[in-house]
């Protein structure tokens, strides 16, 4: 067992069988080996609260007597707890967990739950809900922090927002080791994530297999994971599109991108019949229009490219958006693009309460983007 701290001269054996009881307790000091390549995923930029000087990505746990875990991604949040965990247990097989919420906390609860216990084992104590923090728990992690039990890992879990911020305040002035869990909400981060989620499970996904089930489940990073454990556990072999259309086909031609890909194809009945099942089964027609309209910002993104006046880069783009949009642009005319666009705007302002009828108004567009098509 490593038990950090100076080099001494040898003591003598009354002085080493007295200091032998405090060993224990030193455990959680000692360095704790960063998470294997395969943990990783993906880790976007962090935009909201200023990153903690020791912030790192919620892949990388590491042990401390205090852990805050920091970030609106639940998923991400309850595997950062779990690598925690288990670094605890790697530690000390023996380790206890306790667990309190955050909305519901009586004062005096951490101190319990923290105290030693009395068969000598060392304890892990996870805080969740702290978005939710009562007064009580507020003042009984800042007065936790000031004076953390070395034998005990305390992890608090905050999802977001300004409520208990003295709390997090404390955490962070303590020096504790902040476990980052930012919302995942770019495609580009999905496909990361879903990429790295493959990766771990030591199996090869094709790009355009991860890009389809970005489209069917990209709503819902819960999902999105359990169909990767899903495919990776029924299938064998590269995963391909084609894998991921026979598990997941019919949610992802029921995404708004399909019906966008069919309206800016010209394929007017594929579109509406594509529009008319994502409507069937549940999708409402504003993300929808949402959906067109970025195709079409896209197209008149890459056509500004293909006039000289900006680049890809300054654009955002990604180089297989690029490639698909110079492909569709060959059947565009800039008056057939401008005219659906224009056509979009109108049913954004009628599904978001200007028209009677949504529904009407998103097939409307649908069918005017198909006929702008050269």
């Known amino acids: 067992m490593l038990v ?28 704790v080996p960063p998470a294997s390549s395969t943990q990783r995923s993906s880790r976007p930029t962090r935009r909201g609260a200023r990153p903690a000087a020791n ?18 991604e639940g998923l991400l949040a309850e595997r950062a707890v779990d690598g925690v965990l288990r670094l605890a247990r790697e530690r000390d097989a023996e380790v206890e967990k306790a667990e309190l919420d955050g909305g519901t906390y009586a004062g005096g609860q951490l101190a319990v739950a923290a105290s030693p216990s009395l068969f000598g084992e060392s304890s892990l104590v996870v805080v969740r809900g702290a978005e939710g923090a009562t007064e009580d728990l507020v003042a009984d992690v800042v007065g936790y922090v000031a004076a953390p039990d070395p034998e005990t890992v305390v992890v608090v879990v905050h999802g977001g927002g300004q409520r208990g911020k003295k709390m997090l305040d404390a ?15 770019k495609d580009a981060d999905k496909v990361q994530f ?6 771990a499970a030591r199996r090869r996904a094709d790009a355009a297999a991860v890009r389809a089930l970005v489209d069917a489940l990209g709503n819902d990073l819960r999902e999105l994971a359990s169909a990767c454990a899903q495919l990776v556990a029924d299938t064998a072999g590269t995963i391909t599109e084609g894998v ?12 708004g991108f399909k019906v966008a890909d069919a309206a800016v194809a010209g394929d007017a009945g594929g579109a509406v019949a ?95 983007i198909a006929r702008s098509r050269r």
């Not at 879903?194 to 990766?199: H, Y």
């Open 244 to 255: 991921v259309d026979r598990y997941y086909g019919g949610r992802v031609e029921a995404t």
């Open 274 to 368: 594509l529009l008319r099942h994502a409507l069937a089964t549940g999708a409402d027609p504003v993300p929808i229009v949402a959906a067109l309209a970025l195709r079409l910002r896209t197209l008149a993104r890459v056509a500004a490219i293909r006039g000289g006046a900006v680049t890809a880069r300054e654009l955002g783009l990604q180089d297989w958006q690029v490639r698909n949009a110079q492909r569709d642009l060959s059947r565009w005319t800039p008056e057939g693009l401008a005219a659906a666009i224009g056509a979009v705007a109108q049913a954004d302002a009628d599904v978001k309460g200007g028209g009677r009828d949504p529904v009407y108004a998103v097939e409307t567009a649908v069918l005017a």
């Open 55 to 72: 912030s790192r990505p919620w892949d990388d746990p590491t042990l401390a007597p205090v852990v805050l875990v920091r970030g609106p």
């Open 171 to 185: 955490i962070l002035a303590s020096g504790a080791p902040v476990l980052e869990c930012d919302a995942i909400a």
């Open 4 to 31: 950090t701290g100076p080099v001494i001269p040898p003591a003598s054996p009354g002085a080493v069988a007295g200091a032998a009881s405090g060993v224990r307790r030193s455990w959680q000091a000692g360095p």
């Open 194 to 199: 879903v990429s790295a989620e493959f990766r």
